[in-house]
């Protein structure tokens, strides 16, 4: 295997990954409308329970998180692989984030959680810092997981230490759900997630910091990708070994104080501010741990077979993503099978599982007679359009 073939298939394994947490996730959420079943046993909420914790524990904010580094990864692949042709990347790269926000929109329809317009938007911002070092780049990525725009809210909250919080304005548009999700409309529920719905997610992330976070995710990738940190070499498992030392007690240190920061901290305002600017950190360290971990196990012949199954699904990350949007929706809600009534969290575990082990062996088969997945294949022409490539 040469190092562009191990290259590209350990970015793909890990957006794999990446994808399977996801799907795991969102059936969880019922794809962002929850609601716990009242008629089930005791024994099983409790079960319900301990897997929600744990799979919310293991992998929610992280498995977004890998989405956003590699995004930033890809970024510098195509960029650089433009450069070497004597071409610049930047202009048919704004486009492409103009294609991005499309698929975003037509998955908001029946996932109002969509990331990809997200990504779209904040993904502008990696064209005008493209050119800076290094040193440059890491500064800016550190300062935007300080989260800067919540020191404002921590300074005010210090100052007014007493005052009265009201819920974060998001809560209002994700309570309006219960106007059309419930319901058999499909056209009410696509046109409720692509207004109402949107506005609740964009909120939510800016309430939460995660737009600081993705920004900062693209450009570690970025620069993982300048210095070549996703080839097998030396210096690179070197690296990654660093990492997930370093990341491991980071996460053991950082974790606890996230559970007792709550406790400590009287004043509901000040709080508020800082588990916001201090809980992102825990997840990122147990991200880091992921990604070291999964780079470096990669390597090894006996996990390599493993980690090879999730490779198919990163390759049609794109249509993925959108794909379990469409199905689950249709499962969960009220113009589906309307099962959000009946799962709880073992139940809706089961069926991500079924869905997952599908996904995967379509997957595969696709990969096995298709060079790209079917929206990546329409992603890479509109992408060329008008050009001699």
Known sequence: MNINTSRLHVIDA??????????????????????????????M????????????FLFASKSYSIFALLFG????????????????????FAWRLVLLFAFGMLNSLFFQGDILTIYAVIGVLLIPISKLSNKVLIGIAVFMLLQPAEWYGLVHAIQNPDLEIA?????????????????????DTWIGNVTNGKKAVILWNWENGRFFII?????????????????????????????????????IILYPIRMALPEWIESPIIKRSVTTMFNPWSDIALMLVWVAGITLLFQKRSFNKFLMLFAPLGKMSLS??????????????????????????????????????????????????????????????????????
């Not at 957006?15 to 609601?35: C, K, P, Q, S």
């Not at 990864?73 to 048919?92: C, H, P, Y």
């Not at 450009?219 to 990654?240: H, P, T, Y």
């Open 320 to 389: 993925n993503y959108v794909m379990q949007s469409v199905i689950g929706s249709s499962i969960y809600y009220g113009y589906g099978l309307a099962m959000y009534q009946y799962t709880g969290a073992t139940y809706s575990l089961l069926i991500a599982i079924v869905l997952t082990l599908i996904t995967g062996g379509f997957c595969h088969w696709w990969a096995r007679n298709f060079k790209h997945g079917p929206l990546e294949g329409i992603w890479h022409k509109l992408t060329w359009i008008g050009s001699k490539k």
């Open 73 to 92: 990864l890809t970024f510098f692949i195509q960029t650089s692989n433009q450069e070497k042709k004597g071409n610049d990347f930047r202009a048919r």
């Open 167 to 187: 819920n974060p304005v998001s809560w209002t548009y994700f309570g309006k759900m219960q106007e059309y999700i419930p319901n058999n409309s499909a056209i």
């Open 215 to 251: 920004f900062a995710m693209f450009i570690f990738g970025l620069v993982a990708g300048r210095k070549q940190l996703f080839v097998a070499s030396e210096s690179s498992n070197k690296f990654w070994k660093s990492l997930l030392i370093i990341a491991s007690v980071s996460f």
């Open 45 to 56: 909420k409790s079960l319900d329970k301990g897997i929600w914790d744990t799979l919310f």
């Open 14 to 43: 890990l957006r794999g990954f990446a994808i399977v947490a996801i799907m795991l996730l969102h059936n969880l959420e019922h794809f962002d409308f929850y609601f716990l079943p009242e008629h089930l046993p005791d024994w």
